[in-house]
């Protein structure tokens, strides 16, 4: 059964809420990336993770087989240098329980999943997450597949169900909400400048703008 999608503020994420999972980011699993430039979704999967490190969001890793399939990509692990990520066999991610007990000890139930690959390691546990009461939200611009057919089926799938599909960036400005957040916003800034690509650029110029005064005009002789 479809679930009625929700609107007003409840519909909109705030850190207090979420918890976020990011799911088989590994080399075996970009290498067989077609559904979209696999440095981009690196990028935009590792802004996913700092932004998660900005607002104090629960985040937890996970891999499968990394003994053969690799470890975590690297840039993704130094976001969280001390954490492990949860090795696992299952295919499914929340037929693990180490990985659902992790997100229940949260108390929290907005669950954001991002992974790879989009159409078997984020549909599954989306689906399944789903039935027990969360409400999901699936980053599909940190996500992939093998084609691109195969993610835009899989999003379709998704949403039919009630997952919720956005980009990391809408992720951002939920979570932010109000530039007047400064404890944030000071943070978010260059996390966005590094990893946002011409937004960022864009969010420069108007930080640039805004710290220069503007030039005096002089008056015009006889008027």
Known sequence: MTQAPKVGLDALLTPEESVLVLIDH???????????????????TVGLAKLAKVFGVPTILTTVIEERGGRLIQAVQDVFPDQ???????????????????????????????????????????LHALAEGYDVFVVTDASGGV????????VRRMERAGVVPLT???????????????????????????????????????????????????????R
Do not use: Y
């Open 84 to 126: 492990e990520p949860i090795n696992r066999t299952s295919i499914n991610t929340w037929e693990d329980r180490r990985v659902v007990e992790a997100v229940e000890r949260t108390g929290r139930k907005k669950l954001i999943l991002a992974g790879l690959w989009t159409e078997i390691c984020v549909a599954m546990p989306a």
């Open 147 to 154: 084609s691109a057919e195969a993610h835009d089926m899989a």
């Open 168 to 222: 990391w960036m809408v992720v951002s400005a939920e979570w932010q909400r109000d530039w007047a957040r400064t404890e944030t916003a000071d943070q978010l800034g260059p996390v966005l400048f590094e990893h946002g690509g011409a937004t960022g650029v864009a969010l420069a110029w108007e930080l640039q703008l805004l710290a220069t005064p503007a030039t005096p005009t002089t008056p015009t002789e006889g």
């Open 26 to 44: 590994q080399p075996f699993q970009v290498a067989n990336l077609h559904s979209h430039e696999p440095t981009l979704v690196v990028n935009n």
